[in-house]
């Protein structure tokens, strides 16, 4: 089965995918995974991404396609995945179903995860991480055992990156909204959306997440 998940930034798309991929034994396929394994194995579409990457650009949506292609098209993605972060855009939505179509293969369903902007904001902004082991937390819904430290290096205090300042969520969000939500129209009408609230404990959101997908494959 092949799944899209779709949502704005903060909205726990990564963390209810992982869930869903191990427990189907799917391929969880996010943009990050996808940059990282082909820069590390040094292909050619991983080395002209690295190289974009360095001169401080967004990897362009003719490379992150020929990415999607290429690992999309591997054995271990045979028997189903989950993309999270791909596609953006309407443009990438419709290279992939281009791509699927050339393999007789279609998207199962598109499953999106709903969060008013306050939430959003108010979670993004709540994120810490471990400086040294990168290990990730919420001082909201999954903080350390104390707080301030990593459960694993217990005299190292956590950070809020950059990128989750409030003011700088605010314009991730801003952005999400004019370049990826018309992909919720897009998928609409294709009648292959299932909506899900992304409010509520990630326990909640998973049993939501599984119930539209097991409508979608009746």
């Known amino acids: 089965m092949r799944v899209v998940l779709l949502g704005p930034p903060g909205v726990g798309k990564g963390t209810q995918g992982r869930r869903l991929a191990g427990e189907r034994g799917w391929l969880l396929i996010s943009t990050g995974e996808i940059l ?123 950070i809020r990156r950059l990128d989750d300042e409030p003011e700088t969520v605010k314009r991730r969000i801003k952005v999400y909204q004019e370049q990826t939500a018309p992909l919720v129209d897009y998928y609409r009408r294709g009648r292959m959306l299932h909506e899900v609230d992304g409010a509520g404990r990630p326990e909640a959101v998973y049993d939501a997440l599984r119930a539209a997908l097991n409508g979608a494959e009746h």
């Not at 699927?100 to 991480?129: F, I, M, T």
Request: proline residues 4%; hydrophobic residues 35%; aromatic residues 4%.
């Open 36 to 158: 990282r394994d082909a820069a590390a194995r040094r292909t050619q579409l991983g080395l002209e991404a690295q190289r974009q990457m360095d001169r401080g650009l967004l990897v362009s949506d003719d490379l992150m396609i020929d990415l999607v292609r290429e690992r999309t098209s591997e054995a271990d993605a045979s028997w189903g995945f989950v993309l999270d972060g791909f596609p953006r855009t309407v443009p990438q939505a419709e290279a992939l179903d281009g791509m699927l179509a050339k393999r007789s293969q279609k998207l199962d369903a598109v499953l999106y995860l709903k969060l008013n902007e306050d939430e959003l904001v108010r979670r993004l902004s709540g994120r810490r991480e471990c400086p040294v082991c990168k290990r990730a937390y919420n001082i909201y819904t999954s903080p350390s055992r104390d707080g301030v430290h990593c459960n694993d290096h217990p005299d190292v205090e956590l």
